[in-house]
């Protein structure tokens, strides 16, 4: 028995290093939390992983969601890319892609994808990224950075933490000085109300950044996702529907829509 | 004073369980997730979150295009 993400992980990467499982499948990698319906992969910005991933979706004969082209002049400029198929046991299964997540520096992904480490069984993001990478506009992502942030040493812990009782503690143990303003309120003995609040703000504004971020994309991609939809591009085979998907996108999604 | 969990004692021996018992905890939970499929938002999180996922209307052209 195998976990159908993790089984997709390694054949995306049978040919060399192309995607690294991240987000909830992540997490269940990591042992937080049974969690998880699609799974999610940073896949390496070049032609080459691309088309093997997309190979392999073939294969499984999954269909292309209502997305950006799994191609990296819009993956580049920070797309996504969908793809769903049933398995043999009728279960769906989802696969989403991106190649430029936020907050994660370019520097990280060259560093991803020179491989696996060792002990690891499939290529997999590593926890400082996963945690980047959950600083979502969803409250629900926040409790599990504090659980990821538990994972880590106590100076990395510090400046992750969303666990207000984590960070009261840690900043008594950990002697230096933090970007944070909840750790600096908490180092400067602010009170329990203070590091409360200062916390409350960080998350907040994590949340608002990455909603207005959203807001963003969410406008420019309306014009291809309602031709998209109405050419049926998610009924054809996935090289098919990705052909059309491109030539659609070259018409009608800037390839970075915040730099517009 | 003890920190509130994201999860409880029963959860939190995901670490203990062995590889092949992880796998079948989630597999069981997926399993019975799938009963809510047609639920689900369109996509789960990304550019496209807030955006109607919904698939291409059925016609009765059976060429999509």
Known sequence: MTNVYFELTREFNQLGPAAALSSGQAVVYYRLAIMSKDGDWIVRDAPEPCAHVRSVLSRHGALHRPSAPLDVRWLGGGWSSHFEYYDVDERRIRCDFVSRPPRVSAETLTAMFRGQSAGQPFLVVDRDTLIRLKQTGRAKDYAVIGELARQLPPDQEVEWTTDIDRILALSVIVNRPSSRPSVQAAQRGAGRAAVVAALALEIDELQQSDRRRLAVYQRAAEPYLNEFRRMALDRLPVEQAHEHACRLAEALLPQRPTEE | ?65
């Open chain 2, 1 to 65: 004073m003890k920190a509130v969990r994201m999860l409880s004692e029963d959860d939190l021996n995901l670490s203990e369980l062995t590889d092949d018992e992880l796998v079948r905890a989630w597999n069981l939970w997926f399993d019975v997730a799938q009963s809510t499929n047609e639920w689900d938002p369109p996509y789960s999180h990304g550019v496209f979150a807030d955006v109607d996922g919904a698939p291409s209307p059925v016609s009765t052209n059976e060429d999509p295009i």
